[in-house]
């Protein structure tokens, strides 16, 4: 009796383990998640009229800030940061940047980044899967 309580109870102790770790997946959707944190990879680049900076092989790591509509974006290779972008909601698993337009936007959901941000004579340029 003893060896099956213990067999039992090794057996529950692998299926929560697996079933932890199917819980943290790379297909987390921004959308859903009071708290979301993932990094893109792809081309990225960065100008602001006197300087150039761009990486076919960059990276961006996109994080949900406290107040839930407000998002963050660290580049890679130097290129400077984003922050406190706010977005809206734009279909089931889709965040478009509120006040976006056709020249200046950022669109993410759980697989993809595109950002073309034009502020203040810079531009963020990314095209990013995950």
């Not at 299926?15 to 987390?28: E, G, K, Q, Y």
């Not at 081309?43 to 961006?60: L, Q, R």
């Not at 984003?82 to 889709?94: A, K, R």
């Amino acid at each position: 009796m003893k060896k099956a309580i213990r067999i039992l109870g090794i057996f529950m102790l692998v299926f929560v383990a697996t079933l932890s770790f199917a819980a943290c997946s790379d297909d987390d959707d921004p959308v859903n998640n009071d708290f979301f944190a993932g990094t893109y990879k792809g081309s990225i680049s960065y100008s602001d009229g006197s300087t150039s900076n761009s990486a076919e092989n960059g990276s961006v790591f996109v994080t949900k800030i406290a107040s839930g509509t407000k998002y963050n974006f660290a580049f890679s290779n130097g290129i400077p940061d984003l922050n406190g972008v706010e977005f809206q909601q734009s279909g089931d698993h889709t965040l478009i940047m509120v006040g976006g337009t056709a020249t200046s936007y950022i669109r993410i959901d759980n697989n993809e980044l595109k950002i073309l941000y034009i502020k203040d004579g810079k531009t963020w340029t990314a095209n990013c899967t995950r």
